[in-house]
């Protein structure tokens, strides 16, 4: 295979990963709390052939001999997009909605007998029975939702709950208002470093690879929340349409790339 036709080839695979990428922005256009994904390209190995024996003003030349040839390009990073979304009141008691770009639930999630905090937008929660006669503030999969002092767990059997703007946590028993709890958010100072885990969550990459320290990424902040609300997808459908012309648009060049250079290699082997 030629060059052109392994650069074409290279690059075709890295355009349908973007692809995959849009199509998930699109899925989740109505998810709540979905943060956008936008990927980020970079140029494979530059291979430098000197194909020049006398080149032009070589005494006084400030680029090298010859010509440079890419090896095609690769999707460089995938960054997600903390920024805010519409805000939709539901009236939900159990609905709170992140009024702050970059701002975090942390939650607890268990998977392979390891607990880890992950971080999400969604702020859709649910109050899951235990024992003791008692309830803990949970996501709608069933991770519990961390408080200052851990998961919230508190004495079920009251009138009413309800979330204040500063994330306190209150219930009605009778006529008696009880703090049960207090929500803690954090800010991610540096959210292109986090990872998407699946089911809306985020959490924290390899710290010691990457040379940081946890208060570089993550920094805990007062709440700032609106109650009986949610937060939508910040997904541009606009954007994402135009974006995923364009790839495809990439795409048929580079396919039409390796179909001609084809047709030039077959008209070459037919010669005399």
Known sequence: MSRIMTQAAVTMNQLQNKLDLIGNNLANSDTTGYKTRNAD???LL??????MNNPANADGRLTPDGIRVGSGAKLGSINIDLSLGAIKETGRSLDV??????????IQVTENDVTETRYTRDG???LSPMDNNQ???????GHPVLGANGPIVFADGFDEISISENGLINVRRGNQT???????????????LLEATGDNNFRLPNLAELGYQFGEIIQGVDPSLRSGALENSNVDLSKQMSEMILTQRAYQFNARTISTSDQMMGLINQLR
């Open 135 to 141: 309830v803990m503030l949970t996501t709608k999969d």
């Open 178 to 192: 009880e703090l049960v709890g207090e929500l803690e958010t954090v800010e991610a100072i540096r959210p292109r």
């Open 97 to 106: 909605a992140l009024q702050q770009s970059n701002h975090l639930f942390q």
């Open 41 to 43: 390209f970079s140029s």
């Open 124 to 126: 859709s929660f649910y």
């Open 46 to 51: 530059v291979q430098q052939i000197n194909n």
